[in-house]
C-alpha cells in the first residue's frame, strides 16, 4: 500500500538519533540545516520517548542532545494491548534472522511516531530504510519514513 505524504511543514515529525549525526559530507549541511528549522521552531518535532533515552547517553554528540532533549517528547506511559501488539509486529519486521528483541527498540521508535500522529520518522538506519515497503502495511498510510535528504526533497516540494 502506497504512502501518502502529507506537508513537513505543518506535521508532527520524529527523528530517529541518528539523523542528526554528521559524518563528514555534504549531508552536515542538511543536519545543520534541520537544526536551524528546529531551532527557530519552524518544524513540529515529536521525539519518541526512547529515542530521547538514547540521546542522554553519554557518547552522543552534544549538537545531537542540543537539538533533541528540549523537544517534545512521548512519555512513554504503559503500553496497552494494541500497542503491545503494534510494536510486536514492526519488531517482527525488523528483526528478520535477528534475535527476538534485537530491532526492539527501533520498533518502539517508528511505532511511537505513528501514534503521536507524525507524518515523517527521519532516520538513516540502512535496516529501517531497506524494510520500508514491509513497514508501510504495518504503519499508517501518512506515516513516511524518509532519510534526511529524503525529507528535505519533500520540505521543498511544499515551499
Known sequence: ????????????IALDANALD????A???????MDALIATRELNIVM???VRAEVQH???PQHVQQTVLPQIFN????LNSGQSAERARVANILRGNAA?????ADASHLSEAAETGCAFFITE??????KRAELYAALPRTLMVATLAEFFAAYEATG
Open 1 to 12: 500500500m502506497a504512502q501518502h505524504q502529507l506537508n513537513p511543514r505543518i506535521c508532527n
Open 22 to 25: 554528521r559524518d563528514g559530507t
Open 27 to 33: 549531508r552536515d549541511a542538511l543536519v545543520d540545516r
Open 48 to 50: 519518541a520517548g526512547g
Open 58 to 60: 553519554s557518547n552522543t
Open 75 to 78: 512519555l512513554r506511559a504503559g
Open 100 to 104: 527476538a528483541t534485537k530491532h526492539a
Open 125 to 130: 538506519d540502512k535496516r529501517i530504510l531497506s
